[in-house]
């Protein structure tokens, strides 16, 4: 098919980049400390649209905001010097890598800041461990898919394995493999989805292990490739991605789409003795915040 990884330069328009520790533009001479050791995910809301599948989430960094004022973005775990004393609202954002890249970080939109007061002392430690949660209102949950129950959501020209042995979390998850000279797998939603084409921040999430690299992006109604979002490289061990969509529905508004998973078997040996290119996918998320 041909489908090509495509780079897009507008993603500022988009997104907030930083990098993973900015310095503190104040002196601070006898600090308190903010020590964020590690984060928890917990959905306290029911949504309408039978979101929001799995709590794993993968947030590199968090921004830290006191009274107002943002210190600056940290890699989880961090401590963060803070020159106020007394009573303080502390607001912590999570961040993401977008595309799996590691230079290209963002808000992660759809999630809800973690808001809190303390007391910071002088020389004090205080330890937060942050619970975040998707925004209750104004949040969309266009596919959503965990491979727990008969049947799956993710078909395409490829022979499509629910299996137990290769798992993420739960009992099931999904295996494509190429085999018998197969040389592209594409794999898509099969239903079309109503992803918004607007400036809203429209994301893929899915857990992957892998042996090939794949590719993530949009096709339309008569599945031809609009665009990929990104993809990910080779990984023997479970990771998570988080794919921005945003730039190829906005680029080509259309009432619906499919999303679609693509690799080859480009990087294996032609005469049948290299392993046989396989993708497991777990936890897909389609989700989207205004």
């Known amino acids: 098919m041909g489908i090509r990884v495509i780079l897009y330069g507008f993603l500022g328009f988009f997104l907030l980049c930083f990098s993973s520790c900015e310095k503190l533009k104040t002196k601070i001479d ?3 400390y903010i020590k964020i050791p590690s984060y928890k995910v917990f959905y306290k809301h029911s949504y309408a649209n039978g979101g929001p599948g799995t709590t794993n989430h993968k947030f590199t960094d968090v921004k830290v905001s006191v009274n107002g004022e943002v210190f600056g973005v940290f890699p989880i775990p961090c401590t963060v010097p ?3 004393v007394g009573s303080s609202n502390i607001v912590l954002t999570p961040i993401i890598k977008v595309n799996g890249v590691s230079t290209l970080r963002s808000e992660y939109a759809p999630m809800r800041i973690f808001d809190t007061t303390l007391t910071i002392e002088a020389g004090k430690i205080n330890e937060i461990i942050p619970t975040f949660d998707y925004y209750e209102s104004g949040v ?5 898919e965990d491979f727990e129950v008969s049947g799956s959501s993710l078909i395409g020209d490829t022979a499509i394995k629910l299996q ?8 099931k998850a999904v295996k494509i493999e190429l ?3 197969q040389s592209t797998s594409l794999s898509y939603s099969s239903s079309l989805l109503p992803l918004p084409n607007t400036s809203e921040m429209l994301y893929l999430e899915v857990n992957y292990k892998c ?4 590719e993530v992006g949009l096709l339309d109604a008569n599945k031809n490739p ?3 979002a990104g ?5 023997a061990d479970w990771n998570k991605i988080y794919l921005f969509l945003t730039p190829i529905s906005s680029r080509t508004p259309l009432p619906a789409y499919h999303v679609y998973f693509y690799f080859t078997n480009a990087s294996f040996s032609d005469n049948g003795l290299g392993p046989n290119p396989i993708l497991y996918i777990d936890n897909i998320k389609v989700v989207s915040q205004p």
């Open 140 to 144: 969309t949950f266009y596919w959503v």
């Open 30 to 32: 006898n600090p308190g």
């Open 164 to 171: 137990t042995v290769e798992k993420f979390e739960g009992a």
């Open 82 to 84: 803070v020159p106020q």
């Open 231 to 235: 993809g990910a490289n080779p990984s």
């Open 211 to 214: 042996n090939q690299a794949f």
């Open 226 to 228: 609009l665009g990929a």
């Open 179 to 181: 085999r018998n000279g």
